[in-house]
C-alpha cells in the first residue's frame, strides 16, 4: 500500500493559478495510476485527472479540462498538478489517489478504481 499526503492547497482570487503536489511514501509510484479528485461541499467526489506514472500518459475529466495539468517528479516520487484560471467553483477538497496500473490503456477514473487515498487539501477560489 502506498501512502500519500496532498499541499498546496490553499485561498486564491478567480482568474489566479495553484500547483498543489502529492507526495508518495511506502512503495513509489511506478507501476501506480496517479489521480485527483475533488469534492466541493454536498456534492459527491469527482474525477478530475489521472497520470500513469511509468510513461507519462494522462486523462482529463471534464470538470477542469483545459485547465489542469499534471508533472511529476520520479526521483522525489511526487505529482504536481497545477490549476489555472480558477473559479469559485473549483473551490472543494482536492483528493490524491493511487490506483495499481493494470496494463492494456487501463485508465482509472472512479473512486471504486483508486486503493489509496490522502487526505485531501482545501482549495477556495474567491470572487
Known amino acids: 500500500q502506498v501512502q500519500l499526503v496532498e499541499s498546496g492547497g490553499g485561498l486564491v482570487q478567480a482568474g489566479g493559478s495553484l500547483r498543489l503536489s502529492c507526495i508518495a511514501s511506502?512503495?513509489?509510484?511506478?507501476?501506480?495510476?496517479v489521480g485527483w479528485f475533488r469534492q466541493a461541499p454536498g456534492n459527491e467526489r469527482e474525477f478530475v485527472a489521472a497520470?500513469?506514472?511509468?510513461?507519462?500518459?494522462?486523462n482529463y475529466g471534464d470538470s477542469m479540462k483545459g485547465r489542469f495539468t499534471i508533472s511529476r517528479d520520479d526521483a522525489k516520487n511526487t505529482v504536481y498538478p497545477q490549476m489555472n484560471s480558477l473559479k469559485p467553483e473549483d473551490t472543494a477538497v482536492y483528493y490524491c489517489?493511487?490506483?495499481?496500473?493494470?496494463?492494456?490503456?487501463?485508465?482509472?477514473?472512479?473512486?471504486?478504481?483508486?486503493?489509496?487515498w490522502g487526505q485531501g487539501t482545501q482549495v477556495t477560489v474567491s470572487s
Open positions: 489517489a493511487a490506483a495499481r496500473y493494470r496494463g492494456g490503456g487501463y485508465e482509472p477514473k472512479t473512486i471504486a478504481d483508486f486503493g489509496s
Open positions: 511506502g512503495r513509489t509510484f511506478m507501476t501506480y495510476v
Open positions: 497520470v500513469k506514472w511509468s510513461g507519462g500518459s494522462t
